[in-house]
């Protein structure tokens, strides 16, 4: 029979005291406070303008969440309390009375409620939230603990690290209750948990499969329990049985013929539906259901210098990674739910096969997971500490272990998994310091984790940080520029500078560049008066997310002087300038990484949305509204593309790169756009999974011209540009060339 639950979404009441008294309102949960005050107007749009600035008063208060509900007569005698997501300190009471206590926004909390609730009549569920400031305010933090100068705050508390403000999202610390709250039964035989990996085999036509498994049950006879594992997907079955002489065992199944799990383009995205079913004396107790994708995964990595190397190796075919970094969903995570599939829709429209999900933000929610699962985007999962030393006393490191070992075992069956990775720019915060501290003496990424992972899931890579320090380099006094996988930051400059076009990196997993907004997105967030100009203007710094980063307003005029050689004198001209910057950018960091293949093996570039109205890197801003680099990306990241080398020699190469598993034969040619002038026309046979060069042609390296790429292989064709010379570019000239290139398609 199906668990039963009963959900506990909706309306609630909410009330606030301490500094700002808020006397009880209407409340919506899943919900963020900040939404709650906008929707009662006690604040207006905290997105709007710097209308952010005025929850600051608010943080110091305490909150209330409260609700009653009528809880049918037969509702099982025993039932668990849980919330998916309550941020972030937190006491739970049903009637009045203390069910339990959360201490960890990313985690689902269950409190056994049998004897707290009353069948058959109302109930009420109140949840107290303590100010994630004040909670914290009398601890002291150790002299080894730091973080940026606006989030030390967020060292002590497992809470989203970007809610406390980042250079892409705002500081919106209040919290709420952000995922479901349901009851839910708590049968008296189930599944506790079981794990599905692959194990090495050498044997023809055949893998084996470890599998690992706890259930709880009332009965207290072991000798007469039954377990029954069948998987199917497609033709392809596996079907296993044994007598259970324990609650919990190991054993190892063999699949024929398996239908194995590729990330997108290099397979099928096969997966097994696994039903797991546990008998005693010929009576069924439980059925599970699990969906689990059979493959293999390996990192080879090598920093010695002649080696240079950071590959993915999926079913030991090398993958070339084109993808992007997965931000949070929204500021207000609340509302990530209609906004998750949405975006990753984007990611497969541009062609990206991995994403990485940032270790600022939150565990994201199954629908994720399954999506990528389903679709073959590989997963590159942080676990969530970034840009800072957290505390590594016992307590904080208890509960961090409580929170690691939840993610992995929720986590681990999804295929799409293929990389854990201890923070975001923690090693290279260390090798920056030069104060002593140095990476390995980070004992969550050094010691507890890699623990939790030798328990509960020892075969999936584990990549200390990103970047990540080796003892190696970290013995030498070298930082993370001489790891072979790096964040490309640099000074954004001249995307074409020596930083990008010569940066060693053998794996970028960060890089970016600004873009402006559309105006109509612009018109959502800034007021009228304040629309234009971006210099100085309070509420276009307001939406650089801080003060300290006011700086990139006067940065994006520079890029766009340093393209264009011009000062915009409107927003329609300010825009359309910065897209036009940002898509050559982000153009030329992915081609340049595919030009090189497989000295390069992947590119993660930053990022494909905004989490609220801001100057950014995305490429696509909060209101979904798509910049120009979007186009520029989906057509670079393409299987099988054309593109020239950088200058050199008098000429350029005409360079196929092939990530498809077939060799591909066709026809390239190369043509001035304005002239239709053929540079070059030629063949090319590019063998499966690699590059090859068509040839190669001479051009004057100080004249600006648009070339067309244009390529036919059998039934697949495709197109490409490049831009000749040096900057600054004729804006006017451009914004003509622009419509050639979106004639490409």
Request: charge should be negative; hydrophobic fraction near 40%; proline fraction near 6%.
């Amino acid at each position: 029979m199906p668990m039963k639950q009963l959900l506990l979404n909706g309306r609630w009441l909410l009330r606030g005291t301490g500094a700002v008294n808020v006397p009880e309102m209407p409340a919506e949960v899943p919900g963020n406070i900040e939404l709650d005050l906008y929707r009662n107007g006690i604040i207006p749009d905290p997105f709007f303008g710097e209308n952010v600035d005025l929850l600051r008063p608010y943080e110091f208060n305490n909150w209330v969440y409260e609700r009653n509900f009528e809880l049918p007569a037969d509702f099982p005698a025993h039932a668990d309390l849980v919330f998916d997501g309550i941020d972030c300190l937190a006491e739970i009471l049903v009637n009045g009375r203390t069910a339990g206590k959360a201490d960890n926004a990313f985690l689902r909390h269950r409190f056994a409620v049998d004897d707290l609730l009353r069948r058959g009549e109302t109930n009420t569920v109140t949840v107290r939230i303590e100010s994630p400031i004040l909670a914290v305010k009398d601890i002291p933090l150790d002299h080894h603990s730091k973080a940026q100068a606006w989030n030390f705050e967020s060292l002590r508390l497992r809470k989203p690290a970007h809610s406390y403000g980042w250079d892409i999202a705002p500081r919106m610390i209040l919290g709420g209750l952000w995922r479901d709250v349901r009851l839910e039964e708590r049968p008296d035989h189930a599944l506790q948990c079981c794990y599905f990996c692959l194990q090495d085999t050498q044997r023809t036509g055949e893998k084996q499969l470890c599998f690992s498994w706890s259930f709880r049950t009332s009965l207290n006879c072991w000798d007469q329990f039954d377990l029954d594992v069948t998987g199917r997907c497609g033709e392809s079955e596996f079907h296993f049985q044994r007598k259970a002489k324990f609650t919990s065992g190991f054993d190892v199944i063999p699949v024929r013929n398996p239908k194995l799990w590729y990330p997108a383009g290099y397979g099928e995205q096969n997966l097994y539906d696994v039903e797991i079913r546990v008998s005693h004396r010929g009576e069924e107790l439980f059925t599970a259901h699990r969906t689990i994708g059979i493959r293999s995964v390996k990192l080879e990595y090598d920093e010695t210098p002649e080696h240079f190397k950071f590959r993915f190796r999926v079913n030991d075919i090398p993958i070339m990674v084109k993808g992007s970094n997965w931000v949070p969903a929204d500021a207000l995570h609340s509302r990530d739910r209609e906004r998750t599939i949405p975006i990753l829709e984007l990611f497969r429209e541009l062609g990206c096969n991995m994403l990485r999900v940032w270790g600022g933000g939150v565990y994201e929610s199954p629908e994720f997971y399954d999506y990528c699962d389903r679709h073959g985007i590989m997963i590159w999962q942080d676990f969530m500490t970034g840009c800072a030393f957290y505390p590594m006393d016992e307590e904080f490191m208890g509960r961090f272990r409580t929170e690691v070992e939840q993610i992995v075992l929720e986590l681990r069956q999804h295929p799409a998994l293929i990389l854990w990775a201890g923070d975001n720019e923690v090693d290279q915060f260390a090798a920056h310091m030069h104060d002593g501290r140095k990476p390995s003496h980070n004992r969550l990424t050094r010691e507890l984790i890699p623990q939790v992972l030798h328990r509960l899931d020892p075969a999936r890579p584990y990549l200390p940080s990103s970047p990540y320090i080796s003892p190696a380099v970290e013995a030498r006094g070298q930082d993370d520029l001489h790891s072979p996988e790096q964040h490309v930051w640099g000074p954004r400059d001249y995307f074409k500078s020596p930083f990008y076009a010569a940066n060693p990196a053998a794996f970028i997993s960060e890089t970016g560049y600004h873009g402006a907004p559309a105006v109509e997105s612009l018109r959502k967030f800034l007021s009228p008066e304040k629309l234009w100009p971006g210099h100085g203007n309070a509420e276009w710094i307001a939406h650089c997310t801080t003060p300290v980063y006011a700086y990139r307003i006067e940065l994006m005029y520079r890029q766009i002087r340093e393209f264009f050689g011009i000062e915009p004198q409107t927003i329609e001209e300010f825009v359309a300038a910065s897209q036009i910057v940002q898509a050559e950018a982000k153009k030329f960091f992915v081609e340049n990484v595919r030009a090189h293949k497989w000295r390069k093996s992947g590119i993660l570039w930053w990022n494909v949305m905004d989490c609220w109205p801001q100057f950014s890197d995305a490429v696509v801003d909060y209101y979904f509204n798509r910049k120009l680099a979007f186009d520029y990306i989906r057509r670079s990241q393409k299987p099988l593309q054309v593109i020239l080398g950088e200058w050199t020699d008098w000429g350029h190469r005409v360079i196929v790169t092939n990530d498809t598993l077939a060799p591909v034969k066709g026809s390239v040619t190369v043509s001035d756009a304005d002239t239709g002038e053929t540079l070059f026309d030629g063949n090319f046979e590019v063998p499966a999974n690699a590059n090859a060069e068509a040839g190669r042609f001479d051009l004057p390296n100080g004249e600006q011209r648009l070339l067309l790429l244009r390529f036919e292989a059998g039934t697949l064709s495709g197109a490409n540009h490049y831009l000749t010379g040096h900057p600054p570019y004729s804006l006017e000239q451009y914004l003509g060339w622009r419509e050639k290139i979106a004639a490409l398609g």
